[in-house]
Nanobody, 123 residues
Framework: QVQLVESGGGLVQAKGSLRLSCVASGGTFGYYAMAWFRQAPGKEREFVAAISGRGTTVYRDGVKGRFTISRDIAKHTLILQMISLEPEDTAAYYC?????????????????WGQGTQVTVSS
């Protein structure tokens, strides 16, 4: 059973930076695709970024150039480096994994989820 634990959220001013981490256990971390989703109050959960089992990355349009997804295979850790944060980035951020190496932007395709970490960006 794969378990995902996020950390690194917090309160930051606009144009600031945060680094989110997600530690994975119980699975073949280096093989699975992994992703970050986010959910703002009153809104549906949305795709943010993903990395395939081979290292290919995909981002939603609004975060390209500001967010970078990466993984430290030795530490079983997925990372989301966020810079130039905007109030619109405020949300709970969730780490996700699926039992395949290919990326999907659909929430329903991801099997394992973390508990989420809150990111709040003040203006």
């Amino acid at each position: 059973q794969v378990q995902l634990v996020e950390s690194g959220g917090g309160l930051v001013q606009a144009k600031g930076s945060l680094r989110l981490s997600c530690v994975a256990s119980g699975g073949t971390f280096g093989y699975y695709a992994m992703a970050w989703f986010r959910q703002a109050p009153g809104k549906e959960r949305e795709f943010v970024a993903a990395i395939s089992g081979r290292g290919t990355t995909v981002y939603r349009d609004g975060v390209k150039g500001r967010f970078t997804i990466s993984r430290d295979i030795a530490k079983h850790t997925l990372i989301l480096q966020m810079i130039s944060l905007e109030p619109e980035d405020t949300a709970a951020y969730y780490c996700a994994a699926r039992g395949a190496q290919f990326i999907s932007k659909l929430q329903s395709d991801w099997i394992y989820w973390g508990q989420g970490t809150q990111v709040t960006v003040s203006s």
